[in-house]
């Protein structure tokens, strides 16, 4: 099974700051790759699919970028609503659903 | 306006059995296929099962193998999710997944004695 490692695990920044969270698959996955937004008490809400393809609705601060075992998401300018936890997701057929163990966004 | 509408969480005890149900509109559900993902408290999102669009195909995580059964009826815009011999480590938040992008509210599964 294709295992999926995120880099940071927590990461504290302050709002206007540039941020990058980075997710790795331990093979390649192509562009089959998802990132979602989650809050407590909240469904997950997807952000980017495809690797790079925002979510219709999702703000343009938001930016996904990779391929093949690399992956990037990026917030441009982060906000006082962006303060949550961030998940990329394999999800290149319905039996790879994979998600990564998530990268926490806190208050600096 | 897309809809995904979940029932069916509960308390239950060990060993005990349980059905999640999920029901969609506002698309075509049955195009896609769809899958049950679960967050356990303090902890992350695991997938837990998907079943494909004509529901002939079906996978399962490890965790849940053998003991978790997922099905879907396009003629409602249902999937379900039998759940047998449940254990603690099966208490979570289940959501319910229409692709990628539509997901339920969630409903709590709480196993314990």
């Known amino acids: 099974d294709i295992q999926m490692t995120q880099s940071p695990s927590t990461l504290a920044a302050s709002v206007g700051d540039r941020i990058t969270i980075t997710c790795r698959a331990s093979q390649s996955i192509g562009n089959w790759l998802a990132w979602y937004q989650l809050k407590p008490g909240k469904a997950p809400k997807l952000l980017i699919y495809k690797a790079s393809s925002l979510q219709s609705g999702v703000p343009s601060r938001f930016s996904g970028s990779g391929s093949g075992t690399e992956f990037t998401l990026t917030i441009s300018s982060l906000q006082p609503d962006d303060f949550a936890t961030y998940y990329c997701q394999l999800y290149d057929t319905y039996s790879q659903f994979t998600f990564g163990p998530g990268t926490k966004v806190d208050l600096k | 306006e897309v809809q995904v509408s979940q029932s069916g969480g509960d308390l239950v005890q060990p060993g005990g059995s349980l059905r999640l149900s999920c029901v969609m509109s506002?698309?075509?559900?049955?195009?896609?296929?769809m899958s049950w993902v679960r967050q356990a408290p303090g902890k992350g999102l695991e997938w837990v099962a998907s079943?494909?669009?004509?529901?002939?195909?079906?996978f399962y995580a490890d965790s849940v193998k053998g003991r978790f059964t997922i099905s879907r009826d396009n003629s409602k815009n249902s999937m379900y999710v039998q759940m047998n011999r449940l254990r603690v480590e099966d208490t979570a938040v289940y959501y319910c997944?229409?692709?990628?992008?539509?997901w339920g509210q969630g409903t709590l599964v709480t196993v314990s004695s």
């Open positions: 997944v229409g692709r990628i992008d539509y």
């Open positions: 079943i494909s669009d004509d529901g002939d195909s079906a």
């Open positions: 506002g698309f075509m559900p049955r195009r896609y296929a």
